[in-house]
């Protein structure tokens, strides 16, 4: 309503001031106060009074919606990706969008996907027109809105696209400071969709594109000043499957291809655990999570919103579910994996929207309270460089890597646990099993694999073991760890690594394959903190003070920097590596010390940290010497 009214007052001052005076009749103005994601359906009459008013008005709008020829459709709608909209009509002509996708997850219920489609109807029911609204960017290389991608380019001619950037989540790789238009987190694109009448279209629409960095200011100048023919927009090839309205190079396209997709080898895998509460569902130490889950158990619902500033319930996260699943006695606090060498505590019930929103049973139940090691990667790149790939023995964040709109973690575990019910008991490994023995053949192991050991992977005695001693399974997930950390393969495929589930080249032969396995091996023994791996650490804490963290900072030095945690501690002879270095979304030296600001570091904190910095200066190192054959 309020906007509503605004478009009102706002046109009236706009036509006072050109000097128009209405007539003792003046027309209204063509403004209709309609839910547009609603279908246009006839309208009671018989009402009085307000209701006949309202009544009258949503007939116009209704009026339109079913009749009028709309040829021109501009707009900024809003970015929700939990759509209240979601009624049989709006859902029905998003259904093309959404056609044999094949995703076990499809985001494209957002609003402004929603009204993207109803403007493309109603230039497609007129034949000809214009559609352009500022929307959400995240569409333009989404896995899941490829389909929607290949729909617009089927019914419009032409789409400029003028990314405007500013996601202040992503880094985009611009050397200034990138800002958005808008006071929001999340990027936003212009697209100006253009169908022209033609009868018959043999080719899918041309794409033009161009970036928009910088401040928001030099953003709105440029915006003003250019033109759809002044700007310097580069053509995107409709390259199938994913469509994208992103410019890339591909010369190394049909080496990548010929690898293996990383979800396709895994028999089990999903994203990570989203709680909807992280504040009061992860806790730093065991002993806060029991605070919290006392409180839940006893207090009531008033107290529990008051006391932990609790927002109003939603559709995933209740305080009634979560006081009735901690009740239940059924679920177990768990160590979690929450950011990159950041392990916490969460609660485990496996219960959906319980205390725990998507606790992710089918796949956490094999990692919970078990022995087990899982890959850490991502879906879809988000920076301008690879990074994504980590593991774990633990259950994990979804936003363990990256916390934004695309692009979240799925946990891939290497073996799976049988149910308690069923009649065969041995433990799984989780790999297809043709697409195992191809790469067992390829990395020259013997033809037939051997069962895995039961009782080494429960005793955990199959992550200590080294070398050849390795089982096959654990050689191959090392084969991958090591690939994935491989500068070459980054930098190669860094535009595929952008699209879609990474691609794992076989091994070229099986001396590649030890060699890569070998530093594969290295590298998880670093990332799982294990003190034989790490060894030494001389990065003393020195200064006196409180331990409390204040303004992390690093500061170089002639032998090795200095981390500051306060005005007066520090840890010493720090290399500059271990400070920058990236590991999915993040620079685990600076993110854990900023998620501890304000808490005092403990004496098992400070080594904890110690490791941290041996454990990226170690990584840089070993991935350095990673080499392998590409194309």
């Known amino acids: 309503?309020?906007?509503?009214?605004?478009?009102?007052?706002?046109?009236?001052?706009?036509?006072?001031?050109?000097?128009?005076?209405?007539?003792?009749?003046?027309?209204?103005?063509?403004?209709?106060?309609?839910?547009?994601?609603?279908?246009?359906?006839r309208v009671e009459q018989t009402l009085f009074g307000l209701s006949r008013a309202i009544a009258e008005e949503a007939k116009a709008a209704n009026d339109i919606?079913?009749?009028?020829?709309?040829?021109?459709?501009i707009g900024n709608p809003p970015y929700n990706s939990s759509s209240s909209n979601n009624g049989p009509w709006i859902d029905g002509l998003i259904a093309p969008y959404k056609a044999e996708l094949g995703e076990q997850k499809v985001n494209l219920n957002d609003d402004y996907v929603k009204f993207l489609r109803l403007g493309e109807s109603y230039i497609e029911r007129s034949g000809q027109g214009v559609l352009a609204m500022i929307?959400?960017?995240?569409?333009?290389?989404?896995?899941?809105?490829?389909?929607m991608r290949r729909h617009l380019r089927r019914t419009f001619d032409a789409i400029y696209v003028m990314n405007l950037h500013g996601d202040i989540r992503t880094d985009s790789g611009f050397s200034d400071k990138d800002e958005n238009v808008f006071d929001i987190t999340q990027g936003v694109a212009i697209s100006i969709f253009i169908r022209k009448g033609m009868p018959e279209r043999a080719k899918l629409g041309q794409v033009r594109y161009v970036d928009m960095h910088g401040s928001r200011k030099s953003k709105y100048e440029r915006l003003f000043s250019d033109s759809l023919s002044s700007a310097k927009f580069s053509q995107i090839e409709a390259e199938a499957p994913n469509y994208r309205f992103l410019p890339s190079s591909d010369p190394s396209r049909e080496a990548y291809e010929a690898g293996f997709p990383i979800n396709a080898l895994a028999l089990t895998y999903s994203s990570g655990?989203?709680?909807?509460?992280?504040?009061?569902?992860?806790?730093?130490?065991?002993?806060?999570?029991e605070a919290v889950l006392s409180d839940f158990a006893e207090a009531p619902e008033d107290t529990l919103r008051e006391k932990y500033g609790l927002p109003k319930d939603g559709r995933d996260w209740t305080i009634s579910n979560a006081k009735a699943d901690v009740i239940s006695g059924k679920g177990e606090i768990c160590e979690f994996t929450y950011k990159p060498f950041d392990t916490r505590f969460f609660y485990y019930s496996g219960k959906t929207k319980g205390f725990v929103a998507y606790p992710r049973r089918d796949v956490m139940q094999h990692i919970v309270g078990?022995?087990?090691?899982?890959?850490?990667?991502?879906?879809?790149?988000?920076?301008?460089?690879?990074?994504?790939?980590?593991?774990?023995?633990?259950?994990?964040?979804?936003?363990?890597?990256?916390?934004?709109?695309?692009?979240?973690?799925?946990?891939?575990p290497l073996y799976l646990y049988p149910e308690d019910d069923t009649l065969d008991q041995s433990i799984q490994v989780n790999f297809e099993p043709k697409l195992y023995a191809r790469i067992r053949k390829a990395a020259g192991l013997s033809s037939t694999p051997a069962a895995p050991d039961g009782s080494a992977i429960e005793s955990g005695a199959f992550r200590h073991a080294t070398g050849d001693a390795r089982p096959d399974e654990v050689k191959v997930f090392d084969y991958i760890y090591g690939v994935l950390h491989c500068p070459a393969y980054r930098e190669t495929y860094a535009e595929f690594l952008k699209i879609d589930f990474p691609r794992v080249p076989f091994p070229p032969s099986p001396e590649v394959f030890a060699q890569v396995s070998a530093q594969g091996e290295a590298l998880r023994r670093l990332h799982l903190m294990e003190d034989v791996a790490i060894g030494d650490k001389p990065y003393p804490f020195e200064g006196d003070g409180d331990s409390v963290v204040d303004k992390p900072g690093f500061e170089t030095g002639p032998d090795g920097g200095k981390i500051w945690i306060n005005s007066s501690q520090y840890f010493e002879n720090v290399p500059a590596?271990?400070?920058?270095?990236?590991?999915?979304?993040?620079?685990?030296?600076?993110?854990?010390?900023?998620?501890?600001?304000?808490?005092?570091?403990?004496?098992?904190?400070?080594?904890?940290?110690?490791?941290?910095?041996?454990?990226?200066?170690?990584?840089?190192?070993?991935?350095?010497?990673?080499?392998?054959?590409?194309?």
């Open 1 to 41: 309503m309020a906007s509503y009214a605004m478009c009102h007052m706002k046109l009236d001052m706009v036509l006072t001031g050109l000097g128009y005076r209405p007539s003792a009749n003046p027309p209204r103005l063509g403004v209709y106060l309609t839910n547009s994601l609603e279908e246009g359906e």
């Open 65 to 73: 919606k079913r009749q009028t020829p709309i040829m021109c459709v």
């Open 135 to 147: 929307t959400n960017n995240s569409f333009l290389d989404g896995i899941t809105q490829r389909h």
């Open 273 to 289: 655990v989203q709680t909807k509460r992280d504040s009061i569902c992860v806790a730093h130490t065991r002993a806060d999570l």
């Open 370 to 412: 078990r022995q087990n090691l899982s890959l850490l990667f991502n879906r879809q790149n988000v920076r301008d460089y690879f990074s994504y790939a980590g593991l774990t023995p633990f259950a994990c964040n979804h936003g363990t890597f990256y916390l934004g709109n695309r692009g979240q973690d799925y946990c891939f």
């Open 577 to 631: 590596i271990a400070w920058d270095f990236p590991i999915g979304g993040y620079q685990p030296a600076q993110k854990w010390l900023k998620d501890r600001k304000g808490r005092a570091l403990t004496y098992d904190d400070i080594r904890h940290y110690q490791k941290i910095i041996k454990i990226l200066t170690e990584t840089d190192r070993i991935i350095r010497e990673i080499e392998l054959p590409l194309g």
